[in-house]
């Protein structure tokens, strides 16, 4: 790539000094589902950053000035969750950022960030499942997490997709009093709605929010590379606009982006690009708290 000085790539964010905001990869693969080489993502991420700039013309925000403290990897995350949750305690950021990995790494990153303050957190998922199936796996982080302690009535979920979950475990979500915000919901409503309501209900109580970006949300045609992903899912605008809105609020302490498999993506890396600059727009929206 050609090199201007006045040109900014993003991937400079990333260094060793101390920032409020962290990044840490988490490569799990182990336990998906369905096969995937997802621990290969992280590293993809962030190459992606090179192709973006530091400079968000909406808001007129150029971030070239901040920072994004590497916290580095998690060996064998899979076999390792504790690790992950005593190295985002110890990080002690006000925003964590993981790269997953499958969607099981989202609880060990939502422990790590609720720390003693479980039974007062909240939960907001971007998904087109609920992640409530029985055993240990990327479709059950969110069930092990309410039995861990995290409180139901302040877990939200934006884009269930029709035909992506089981009625079972849909009764299952509606038997936990979890707020579902379907696909039509949010095409009715908009992102900004309901991101709002997201946070008023997983912030109830005094605790910290964790926020799950599963790409798979979104419709395949945007993220190829994510394995479960259906045609008619979310735009990789909302999701974006989602990750600036959400990170704004303080109490949003982590967020994981996870589901993609970049061994999987097209020629033009679509979903791994939209992944990074899901890394910027968290940042973007965290510096304008």
């Given at each position: 790539m050609a090199e201007d000085a006045k040109w900014q790539r993003a991937k400079t964010?990333?260094?060793?000094?101390?920032?409020?905001?962290g990044l840490i990869d988490i490569p799990a693969h182990k336990t998906s589902i369905s096969p995937t080489n997802a621990h290969l993502t992280p590293k993809a991420i962030r190459e992606a950053l090179t192709r973006y700039s530091t400079f968000s013309y909406t808001t007129n925000q150029n971030l070239a000035e901040l920072s994004i403290q590497d916290l580095g990897a998690i060996e064998d995350p899979d076999s390792n969750e504790v690790s992950t949750i005593h190295a985002i305690q110890a990080a002690n950021k006000d925003l964590t950022i993981a790269l997953g990995g499958d969607n099981s790494i989202t609880y060990a990153a939502a422990l790590g960030v609720f720390g003693s303050n479980l039974e007062n957190a909240g939960l907001i998922t971007l998904?087109?499942?609920?992640?409530?199936?029985?055993?240990?796996?990327?479709?059950?982080?969110?069930?092990?997490?309410?039995?861990?302690?995290?409180?139901?009535?302040?877990?939200?979920?934006?884009?269930i997709n029709d035909f992506s979950n089981s009625?079972?475990?849909?009764?299952?979500?509606?038997?936990?009093?979890?707020?579902?915000?379907?696909?039509?919901?949010?095409?009715?409503?908009?992102?900004?709605?309901?991101?709002?309501?997201?946070?008023?209900?997983?912030?109830?109580?005094?605790?910290?929010?964790?926020?799950?970006?599963?790409?798979?949300v979104c419709d395949r045609s945007v993220v190829p590379a994510c394995p479960?992903?259906?045609?008619?899912?979310?735009?990789?605008?909302?999701?974006?606009?989602?990750?600036?809105?959400?990170?704004?609020?303080?109490?949003?302490?982590?967020?994981?982006?996870?589901?993609?498999?970049?061994?999987?993506?097209?020629?033009?890396?679509?979903?791994?690009?939209?992944?990074?600059?899901?890394?910027?727009e968290s940042l973007a929206g965290f510096h304008s708290r």
């Open positions: 964010l990333i260094s060793d000094a101390h920032s409020a905001v998904d087109a499942h609920h992640d409530l199936r029985d055993g240990v796996s990327n479709g059950s982080p969110v069930r092990r997490l309410i039995e861990a302690g995290l409180d139901p009535k302040r877990i939200v979920q934006i884009g009625y079972d475990y849909a009764m299952r979500a509606r038997d936990f009093g979890i707020t579902v915000i379907s696909r039509t919901e949010l095409h009715e409503i908009g992102i900004e709605k309901a991101c709002a309501q997201a946070l008023e209900i997983a912030g109830s109580a005094s605790g910290p929010i964790h926020v799950d970006l599963d790409v798979d479960a992903a259906a045609p008619g899912g979310i735009s990789a605008f909302d999701i974006r606009q989602a990750a600036r809105v959400l990170c704004q609020s303080p109490k949003v302490k982590g967020l994981d982006i996870t589901e993609i498999d970049s061994t999987k993506d097209p020629e033009d890396g679509r979903t791994v690009r939209l992944a990074a600059l899901l890394v910027l």
